[in-house]
Antibody, heavy 126, light 113 residues
Framework: QVQLQESGPGLVKPSQTLSLTCTVSGGSISTGGYYWSWIRQHPGKGLEWIGYIYYSGSTYYNPSLKSRVIISVDTSKNQFSLKLSSVTAADTAVYYC??????????????????WGQGTLVTVSS | DIVMTQSPDSLAVSLGERATINCKSSQSVLYRSNTKNYLAWYQQRPGQPPKLLIYWASTRESGVPDRFSGGGSGTDFTLTISSLQAEDVAVYYCQQYFSTPYTFGQGTKLEIK
């Protein structure tokens, strides 16, 4: 059974960088065939996909956040990470990591999310 | 980006009755080359992460009760719960994966009448 767990600071100051890590257990990120995503949910709101990474390091970011996002992977630790720079109060949300399962199209993936972490609330406030 | 619009925003159904949630995409999510609809459904209970119910518009994820079914094609989709149970109280989301960025519907809140 694959499990994902987010970790990182729950409070970030405006203009600083939000940093979260997702630790995957019960399966190896390096196995291939899956992409690994970050998704966020503003309080009481819907879901927004941030981007994904493959174990090779290949990434795709949502254009709405692309200028501020970096997703990286550490296969030795079976982890992938999110960095979101220049945060504002609008970035306050529950951040989820998830496994993206689907099929490869072109240089990327098109898929759905079959395993999710429990989510971690990140509040941006001074 | 493909815009996903769900209806209704909220729904109250009696226990044992049928619940139907609609999802409409701003453009077709049907790949004609493989005749697959690139659409998934999720259930999110309070305080929990979303749970995958359906992918390819109508394929039930392993372990999901068969009272959940998905239908539709192209731009119009439905999630049906054939006989509502108390544990089905949740918010339901559709998601398109026809193209990146992936996008979700705004959610439909399902309650017991």
């Amino acid at each position: 059974q694959v499990q994902l767990q987010e970790s990182g600071p729950g409070l970030v100051k405006p203009s600083q960088t939000l940093s979260l890590t997702c630790t995957v257990s019960g399966g190896s990120i390096s196995t291939g065939g899956y992409y690994w995503s970050w998704i966020r949910q503003h309080p009481g709101k819907g879901l927004e996909w941030i981007g994904y990474i493959y174990y090779s390091g290949s990434t795709y970011y949502n254009p709405s956040l692309k200028s501020r996002v970096i997703i990286s992977v550490d296969t030795s630790k079976n982890q992938f990470s999110l960095k979101l720079s220049s945060v504002t109060a609008a970035d306050t949300a529950v951040y989820y990591c998830a496994r993206d399962r689907g099929e490869v199209h072109g240089s990327g993936n098109l898929g759905w999310f079959d395993y999710w972490g429990q989510g971690t609330l990140v509040t941006v406030s001074s | 980006d493909i815009v996903m619009t769900q209806s209704p925003d909220s729904l109250a159904v009696s226990l044992g009755e049928r619940a139907t949630i609609n999802c409409k995409s701003s453009q077709s999510v049907l790949y004609r080359s493989n005749t697959k609809n690139y659409l998934a459904w999720y259930q999110q209970r309070p305080g929990q992460p979303p749970k995958l119910l359906i992918y390819w518009a109508s394929t039930r994820e392993s372990g999901v009760p068969d009272r959940f079914s998905g239908g539709g094609s192209g731009t119009d989709f439905t999630l049906t719960i054939s006989s509502l149970q108390a544990e089905d109280v949740a918010v339901y989301y559709c998601q398109q994966y026809f193209s990146t960025p992936y996008t979700f519907g705004q959610g439909t809140k399902l309650e017991i009448k």
